[in-house]
Every structure is written in C-alpha cells, then in structure tokens.
C-alpha cells in the first residue's frame, strides 16, 4: 500500500503541475556577460583587481597612456627600446559569489536550491582569470617614429557553474512549481559513482599594437589596433548505474561553450601647445562578436518489481551577439613646473548590439506501476511531455562618460606622489522580443479493487497549448566614484618603496520587465476546454532596484633595479578582513636599452 501511494503521489504532479507551467523568463536572461567582452585591450601594468579603472588616467606608464592615446609614444623619452613582463598570481571570486550564487550541480536525490540572482548580473556576470603571461614592447624605429606592441596570454581551468538563470531547471524531483514529484517516502536505490566531470577552461590571446609619429616638435600623430579570441568550454557530467536489486541509472550532462573576438582601430594627436600645456584626443571603432551554446541532457531511468519509471530533460540554447563600440577621448595636461603636472581626461564610449537568441526544450516523463496484495490489486500508467521552442531577436545600447584628473607631486627626486579623483557614469537598456511555442500534455489512467469498495477507476488528462511573444525590457545605471592616492619613496639608491590606496562608491539602479502577448492559449482539463486569444500577462515587474557598494583597497610594493637597465617591481594586494592574506601579487619586469 506504501507503494501505491507514493507512485499515485508522483502520478499527481506529473499530470496537475507540469501541463499548466510555462516559462515567462526570456532565454538572453541566461547570457553570460564577461568583463572582457566589448571592451578595448591595453596592457594595464597596475591592473589589481580594484585599480584597474583608474590606472590609464593615474600612473605615468607609456602603455598606460597609449591606452588614452596612441600619439603619446612619439613624444616620450625612449631611446632604443624597452621590454616590459610580468606574473601575476590569480585573484579570488572571477565569478562573484554576491551576483550569481554559484551552486553545485544537485546530486540526485540531494536538492540544492538555486536562488534568483542578482539583477547585475544581465549586465556584468564575472571577470577573466589573470593572464599566465603580459608582454609589452617599444621600439624608436627612427627619431620620429615609435612602435609599441602588447600581448597577454589566459588559460585557466575552473570548476563548472551553472548559471541561476534558467528556463525550465532540470530536476527530476521537483515540478515547475518545485513541489516534490518523488515523495520522501519513496525507496532510492543506493547507487555508485561510475564517471564525474567537472571543469571550466579558459583560453584567451589580447593583442596590441600602436605607432606613432612625431610631425614637428609638438604635434604627434598615431593610429593602432587591438584583438581579443576568447574561448571558454564548460562541462559538467554525473553517470550513476546500480544493477543488484533495482535497475537505475542516472545521467547529467551539461555544457557551455563561449566564443568572442574583436578587432579595434583607433587614431590619435598631440599637441603641445606650449611647455606647461599639452592637449591630445583619440578616436576609435570596435567590432564584436560573441557566440554562446549550451547542451543539457538529464537523465533518470527506474525499474523495479512494481514499475518502471523514466524522465529525460534535453535542452539546446544559442545565444549570440553582435555589436560595435564608438568612443573618444581628449586629454590635458598642465605642467606648473618642471616638477609638478596635472593630468586629466574626458573619454565618451556608446555600444550598440544585436542579440539573437534560439533554445528547443523537450521533456518527457513516463511510469507505469502495477502490485497486487491477495484480493487486492492497483494499475497505474501515465505519460506526461513539454515542448518549448522560441527564437527571438533583440538590441543592447548602452552609453559610458568617464573623468578624471591627476595630480602629481615630485617634491624631489626621492619623494613623489599622486592625488586623483575619478568619476564614471553608465548607461543602458536591453530589449528582447522572444515568440515561444509552448505545449505540454499529461495523461494518467489508474485502476484496482478492493474488497470493501470494489473495482475503481480513474483517468485525467491535461493539454496545454501557448503562442505567445515575450517582451522583456530591462534599463540599467552605474555611477561610479574612486579617490586613488599613490605615494613613492626612494629609500635607497637601489630600492624604492610605494602605497596605493583607492576609495571606490559605486551606486546601481535597474528596472525591469516582462510582457507576455498570447496570441492563443488553450486549456484541456478532463474534457472541458478553455481558449483565450489576444491578451497580455505582465509577469514580472520590478521598477526600481538600488544597491551601493562602498569599499577602500590598499596595495603595496617596491621598485629595485636588479641589474642596468632593468627593474623589478613587486606589488602585493593584501586583505585585513580576518587575518591578513596577500589576495594577489604581481612581479613585473622592464628592461629598457
């Protein structure tokens, strides 16, 4: 009798909880935005994790400022040529625990809840793991000309994540109303591992290369380009099997394949107006591409002397980008004194793409049971499919303005330091409109008798039918503000020591939300119909979320000169939270003849 109740449990939520769910979340919802994507490379030789904004506008480094400006090597003080390596250790959380909550993939039977995530996370999901290797070069070709060229190398192997942004979750267990379909009551059989994998490996080569030409004593010109190829493959897979007393077997597959590249041209002038005021601006283009897939297969087959029982989920998901990013940027700088600049720049950055998505979901579940107790017997058969296709199309705009001002203080030739005020503003607006074709269908026929009440029957069924179109609009803000301080000290002729402490606020806001235009829905309970045509359901509306983030960061380092011309610096990012750790270090070499 246990056994009877627990299938005709199961049986209830096949039939009463899947035939009446569908999905309203759009699939771009699931896109997984990197840091790296759409946004121009330059070799950031301060790039700690909480530096990296204001470095081009803070620190005097020539691959820093050709960041600004491609024109700026033509005017500096290389005489042959200069090499520039460095080794940085990985930094913590490139997936951030407070945007996605990263959850192991459940186990059967262990359910491991997945919450919503982050409402950031449409527009920044997580950051690249840090390059193996950064090189830069610098050639005075001939008194008026220079080259600069950079290159960084990524490869990484992480652990797989799914992403808290899905349309169906795949779980055997539980219903779209996750409401548990195997009652606890319900035997499991104990089951050995037979294969697990897990990995998530990265594959990136950034690439730059500038030249600039000196037309007069204080007019320079220059033009240069970058390209990104990144590449990230992430899979997970469980296989279980247990053949002694119940045949079961289990199967989990999921993958993830990302692929992005870009190329960026930009051109650029100074000039020096005259020895206290130089004025220079930049203009450039970016085209990009990124491409993601998914393939998911979840699988659970159960057989025993009573019945048989079969769930498969498979889900195939694209999802695609294609944009460009404008943008410009002037710079000044006003030198007082031979000892003293003030240095700032003004950059305007707009990004337009094209998004397109596509995803084929087909579930099937299937049991047929059967006991029989003396006199007493119970049948049960039942069969229950969803399908969900939609392929849809939709734009991203997003506007950047961001400033800053520097000013250095060279009280000597052993003492200087750097005060800087930054400030950015962002932007943006995704819309998608997503048509989905939705139908599920439940049918369960069960019999017995007993013999008190006699023979009994029952049979159901539900048939549920949507063409709909999915209008999601999701708007977005970002300011930010940071308050970099660096100070430097010669202590000795050979060894120089140096801090840098950046005050960062950031304040977001996003809004979003979701209409669903159904052309028609039809409705099948137990022979009664109900058919609904033209009307719309808001299902999600969310006008307005805040969240600040106000946090202080320190860094830490020295400068030495090795050997002639070449010095090593050494920078440490510690963390005071509980007891101290060194969250990154970052040992860079320059060489320069």
């Not at 003080?77 to 996605?100: A, C, G």
């Not at 010109?221 to 002694?244: C, P, Q, S, T, W």
């Given at each position: 009798m246990k056994k009877i109740i627990t299938y005709s449990l199961l049986f209830f939520w096949i039939v009463a909880a899947q035939a009446q769910f569908s999905s309203n979340e759009v699939l771009e919802k699931q896109f997984e935005n990197s840091a790296l994507y759409f946004q121009r490379f330059y070799l950031n030789t301060f790039g700690l994790a909480n530096f990296t904004h204001v470095a081009p506008g803070f620190f005097d480094d020539p691959f820093l400022r050709a960041s600004l400006n491609p024109a700026t090597g033509?005017?500096?003080?290389?005489?042959?040529?200069?090499?520039?390596?460095?080794?940085?250790?990985?930094?913590?959380?490139?997936?951030?625990?407070?945007?996605?909550?990263?959850?192991?993939?459940?186990?059967?039977?262990?359910?491991?809840?997945?919450?919503?995530?982050?409402p950031r996370w449409y527009r920044v999901t997580r950051s690249e793991p840090e390059p193996v290797l950064s090189a830069g070069f610098r050639a005075r070709l001939a008194p008026a000309w220079q080259l600069t060229f950079a290159y960084q190398l990524i490869y990484k192997e992480e652990p797989f994540y799914r992403q808290p942004a899905y349309l169906y979750q795949p779980n055997p267990y539980y219903d779209g109303f996750y409401q548990r379909i195997f009652p606890e009551q319900m035997d499991v059989p104990i089951t050995r591992l037979n294969r697990q994998g897990d990995q998530s490996l990265t594959r990136a080569h950034l690439f730059a290369a500038y030249l600039s030409y000196r037309l007069s004593r204080?007019?320079?010109?220059?033009?240069?380009?970058?390209?990104?190829?990144?590449?990230?493959?992430?899979?997970?897979?469980?296989?279980?099997?247990?053949?002694?007393?119940?045949?079961?077997?289990?199967?989990?597959?999921?993958?993830?394949?990302?692929?992005?590249?870009?190329?960026?041209?930009?051109?650029?002038?100074?000039?020096?107006?005259?020895?206290?005021?130089?004025?220079?601006?930049?203009?450039?283009?970016?085209?990009?591409?990124?491409?993601?897939?998914?393939?998911?297969?979840?699988?659970?087959?159960?057989?025993?002397?009573?019945?048989?029982?079969?769930?498969?989920?498979?889900?195939?998901?694209?999802?695609?980008?294609?944009?460009?990013?404008?943008?410009?940027?002037?710079?000044?700088?006003?030198?007082p004194n031979k000892w003293n600049r003030v240095f700032g720049f003004f950059n305007f950055a707009s990004l337009n793409n094209d998004i397109a998505t596509f995803a084929e979901i087909r579930t099937h579940r299937q049991s047929d049971y059967y006991s029989e107790n003396g006199l007493e017997y119970y049948l049960m058969n039942g069969i229950s499919t969803l399908t969900d296709s939609r392929n849809g199309r939709g734009d991203l705009s997003e506007h950047l303005f961001e400033s800053m001002i520097t000013v250095m203080l060279n009280q000597n030739a052993t003492t200087r330091m750097h005060l800087g005020l930054y400030f950015s503003y962002l932007k943006g607006k995704k819309r998608v409109q997503e048509p989905v074709l939705y139908e599920a269908y439940s049918h369960r026929v069960e019999e017995g008798e007993r013999p008190i009440t006699g023979y009994y029957s029952y049979e159901s069924t539900y048939h549920t039918r949507e063409d709909k179109t999915l209008y999601w609009t999701y708007d977005y803000t970002r300011q930010t503000i940071q308050m970099p301080i660096y100070w430097w000290h010669r202590i000795h002729k050979n060894l120089a020591f140096f801090v840098i402490i950046n005050k960062i606020w950031t304040a977001w806001e996003t809004s979003e939300k979701t209409d669903a235009f159904y052309r028609e829905r039809y409705d099948l309970h137990d022979g009664e119909e109900n058919v609904r045509k033209d009307f719309i359901e808001r299902t999600q509306i969310q006008p307005g979320r805040h969240f600040t983030e106000d946090t202080a960061d320190m860094a830490l380092g020295f400068e030495a000169p090795l050997v002639k011309n070449t010095t090593v610096r050494y920078l440490i990012n510690p963390d005071f939270v509980e007891d101290m750790t060194i969250t990154q270090w970052w040992l860079s070499i320059t060489m320069r003849f």
């Open positions: 033509a005017l500096d003080s290389l005489k042959k040529m200069e090499f520039y390596f460095d080794y940085r250790s990985e930094r913590q959380n490139n997936v951030p625990d407070r945007l996605i909550r990263p959850t192991p993939i459940y186990v059967y039977g262990d359910y491991i809840a997945i919450y919503p995530p982050d204080s007019i320079a010109v220059g033009i240069g380009a970058d390209f990104a190829a990144h590449r990230r493959n992430a899979e997970y897979l469980a296989l279980k099997r247990n053949d002694y007393e119940n045949s079961y077997f289990s199967q989990y597959i999921n993958k993830r394949d990302m692929d992005y590249h870009h190329a960026d041209f930009f051109a650029g002038m100074s000039w020096q107006i005259n020895e206290r005021w130089q004025v220079g601006w930049q203009a450039g283009w970016l085209d990009g591409r990124v491409k993601q897939k998914e393939f998911l297969d979840d699988t659970l087959q159960s057989k025993d002397q009573y019945g048989s029982y079969d769930y498969r989920q498979l889900e195939k998901t694209r999802l695609r980008h294609d944009g460009q990013r404008y943008y410009a940027t002037l710079s000044i700088q006003f030198s």
